[in-house]
């Protein structure tokens, strides 16, 4: 049995760990603290899955972003990085973590979140291709990977724009 909550201090280390293990590399890890120190951290859209034992399984960070159009910048969220111990994968925490997370986003009053993930795994979850909002990214990346998720539904009808992601982002 485990439980999602927002991160505490005292799991900073245990969430480097789920993400180095998750993703074979540091640079998630290495994001993450860079958004944490950043004015696009949102304290409460960190999340964490605690088994009963207290071992942090899982993790999904929430963090601002913006949407440049030629109305102006739309305040937005990006969820990345998403990471549950490989040992715990397959077992429903990764998704109860995205649910859990965009619950959260919403009941926060937050705009539109962009994912850059596996096309088959988000849609799952009510994300489309961003395409279809004429929201493109700011890199080459295949359309079906890019996806975005109305918290506010039809917030984004008739908008066209692009990602602006800040710069923490650049070594992921
Ligand atoms: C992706 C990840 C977070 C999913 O967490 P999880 O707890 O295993 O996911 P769930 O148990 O909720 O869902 C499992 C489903 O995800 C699918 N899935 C897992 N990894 C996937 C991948 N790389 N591409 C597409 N689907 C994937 C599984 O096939 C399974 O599908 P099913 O429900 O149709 O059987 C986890 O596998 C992970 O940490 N992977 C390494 C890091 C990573 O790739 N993060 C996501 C970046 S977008």
């Known amino acids: 049995m485990y439980n999602v909550r927002a991160e505490q201090e005292k799991d900073i280390l245990e969430i480097r760990k789920v993400?180095?293990?998750?993703?074979?590399?540091?640079?998630?890890?290495?994001?993450?603290?860079?958004?944490?120190?950043?004015?696009?951290f949102v304290p409460g859209l960190s999340l964490v899955a605690e088994t009963d034992a207290h071992?942090?399984?899982g993790h999904i960070l929430f963090s601002v972003i913006t949407i440049e159009t030629k109305n102006g910048?739309?305040?937005?969220?990006?969820l990345a990085p998403l990471a549950v111990k490989p040992e715990y994968q397959n077992q429903g925490i990764g998704s109860t973590l995205v649910k859990e997370g965009l619950k959260r986003c919403r009941e926060l009053g937050h705009g539109p979140v962009v994912v850059l993930g596996h096309s088959e795994?988000?849609?799952?979850?009510?994300?489309?291709?961003a395409s279809e909002n004429g929201i493109k990214p700011p890199f080459e990346v295949s359309d079906e990977n890019f996806m975005i998720y109305e918290v506010k539904p039809g917030a984004l009808n008739n908008i066209e724009g692009t990602v602006f992601y800040p710069e923490a982002f650049t070594d992921v």
């Open 19 to 40: 993400n180095d293990l998750a993703f074979g590399q540091e640079n998630e890890a290495n994001l993450i603290e860079a958004i944490r120190c950043s004015e696009y």
């Open 55 to 57: 071992e942090v399984i």
């Open 73 to 78: 910048p739309i305040q937005s969220l990006a």
């Open 121 to 129: 795994y988000y849609p799952k979850f009510g994300f489309i291709r």
